[in-house]
């Protein structure tokens, strides 16, 4: 069956430093994957989209990469800061319409 | 104001009744959705809709009605709401299905 994972533990990290958030899936054959920032109490944000023969994608201080031999989409936050505190998710298309979105991961930026 | 709105914004009602949640985006995106998100189940699709008069069903559709009668709005019906049907639901609108998904704030409904 299709699954997308996401770490489902936090990750603490100190402001300054790079977050790096993992998304894997499988049994999917996306063309493209997206990352969405939630906060408590709100709803998600589109952040970013990568294609299939896109293998970095950079925004700001975002970057995601996308490995669809390994299946995996990376996501990076470089200089975090407090503010970047959240919950990260990743979204894969699937039968034409849908878009199907992981569990997320929470992110926690200390300062 | 520009954007997608979503009322209520909370609802508590009773087993049994007839429920409906509205959803309103001014940006003329072709495609709406409606999600719901509850813990350890995440973000599921209910509904979706590519155009005025095209709906879907999404992942979990039984038990919710849609329609799409102007390209604005995308109203979700609970028929007969049961307790499961407790979470908070978002609207989300796109311009293109391989888009981003552009959410509203979400409706808290609960189902006594």
């Keep these: 069956s299709q699954k997308i994972e996401q770490n489902s533990e936090a990750l603490n990290i100190q402001e ?3 977050a790096t958030l993992t998304c894997n899936y499988t049994n999917y054959s996306p063309a493209y994957l997206q990352w ?4 408590p109490g709100r709803g998600p944000v589109f952040l970013l989209l990568i294609r299939e023969n896109e293998k970095e994608k950079r925004k700001e201080r975002l970057k995601v990469t996308f ?3 390994l299946k995996q989409s990376l996501f990076h936050i470089t200089a975090s800061q407090p503010a970047d505190s ?3 998710l990743c979204a894969l298309p699937h039968a034409g319409n849908m878009l199907t979105f992981g569990g997320g991961t929470r992110l926690m930026v200390k300062p | 104001d520009a954007g997608i ?3 209520p914004r909370y609802k508590i009602t009773e087993t049994g ?4 949640l509205m959803c309103h985006q001014t940006w003329s ?3 709406m959705f409606w999600y719901r998100q509850d813990l350890g189940h995440g973000l599921r699709l209910i509904y979706y809709s590519a155009a005025a008069d095209i709906t879907d069903k999404g992942e979990v559709p039984d038990g919710y009605v849609v329609s799409r009668s102007k390209t604005e709005n995308f109203p979700l019906t609970l028929e ?3 307790r499961s049907q407790t979470s908070v639901y978002f609207c989300a609108s796109s311009a293109n299905r391989d888009r981003g998904r552009f959410f509203g704030p979400g409706t808290r409904l609960t189902v006594l």
């Design chain 1, 16 to 18: 300054g430093k790079t």
């Design chain 1, 36 to 39: 969405y920032r939630q906060d």
């Design chain 1, 67 to 69: 490995d669809t031999t």
């Design chain 1, 86 to 88: 959240a919950t990260y």
């Design chain 2, 5 to 7: 709105t979503q009322s």
């Design chain 2, 17 to 20: 009744r007839q429920v409906t």
């Design chain 2, 29 to 31: 995106h072709s495609y």
């Design chain 2, 80 to 82: 007969s709401a049961t």
